[in-house]
T-cell receptor, first 113, second 111 residues
Framework: AQKITQTQPGMFVQEKEAVTLDCTYDTSDQSYGLFWYKQPSSGEMIFLIYQGSYDEQNATEGRYSLNFQKARKSANLVISASQLGDSAMYFC??????????FGAGTRLTVKP | DAGITQSPRHKVTETGTPVTLRCHQTENHRYMYWYRQDPGHGLRLIHYSYGVKDTDKGEVSDGYSVSRSKTEDFLLTLESATSSQTSVYFCAIKRGQTEAFFGQGTRLTVV
């Protein structure tokens, strides 16, 4: 089964600066999807961005972009122009060819004013 | 968004009792998932379903069973609850190719 690794338990960023949250994955599948979710203190899981393994361009959604490096098996989330409301837990996930979807342990991001 | 509803939202139960959590979707999606969330572990897949009566185990399936007799309902059962199953449980649906949409979560406490 696939394994998702988020090596940063906690990150701090100054408001209005950019931040990168790391995610590496391990799979033998050729076809898979990568996801990032945000979980604020209220507890809901909010979908942010998706990257397919065959997508040649990095995915972007507003201030979120996914830095996809297939050979290195990394799928880092970049948040530009951080806002106080970005403070939350962030989870990286991968869905494999069989639609088995696994998550990393998460990174807690704190945005400082 | 009311596309997926979990019930109950909160439950306290005693060790050794059976517990069933329900996930209900209104969108007719084929794939449904059950996760548990614990500090330091993120979300861990318990079981998932790819259709009526079609289910598969995830990474932490011991002590849990699931059933899917209708497309819209995916039930998670703890046959004999233990304190280690105290957790927040999330249900999710695969919505198209590019998204998995989550329910609000169920906080289960086993005392």
């Amino acid at each position: 089964a696939q394994k998702i690794t988020q090596t940063q338990p906690g990150m701090f960023v100054q408001e209005k600066e950019a931040v990168t949250l790391d995610c590496t994955y391990d799979t033998s599948d050729q076809s898979y999807g990568l996801f990032w979710y945000k979980q604020p203190s209220s507890g809901e899981m909010i979908f942010l961005i998706y990257q397919g393994s065959y997508d040649e361009q990095n995915a972007t959604e507003g201030r979120y972009s996914l830095n996809f490096q297939k050979a290195r098996k990394s799928a880092n989330l970049v948040i530009s122009a951080s806002q106080l409301g970005d403070s939350a837990m962030y989870f990286c996930a991968m869905r494999d060819y069989n639609n088995d979807m696994r998550f990393g342990a998460g990174t807690r991001l704190t945005v400082k004013p | 968004d009311a596309g997926i509803t979990q019930s109950p939202r909160h439950k306290v139960t005693e060790t050794g009792t059976p517990v069933t959590l329900r996930c209900h979707q209104t969108e007719n999606h084929r794939y449904m998932y059950w996760y548990r969330q614990d500090p330091g572990h993120g979300l861990r897949l318990i079981h998932y379903s790819y259709g009526v009566k079609d289910t598969d185990k995830g990474e932490v399936s011991d002590g849990y069973s699931v059933s899917r007799s209708k497309t819209e309902d995916f039930l998670l059962t703890l046959e004999s609850a233990t304190s280690s199953q105290t957790s927040v449980y999330f249900c999710a649906i695969k919505r198209g190719q590019t998204e998995a949409f989550f329910g609000q979560g169920t906080r289960l406490t086993v005392v």
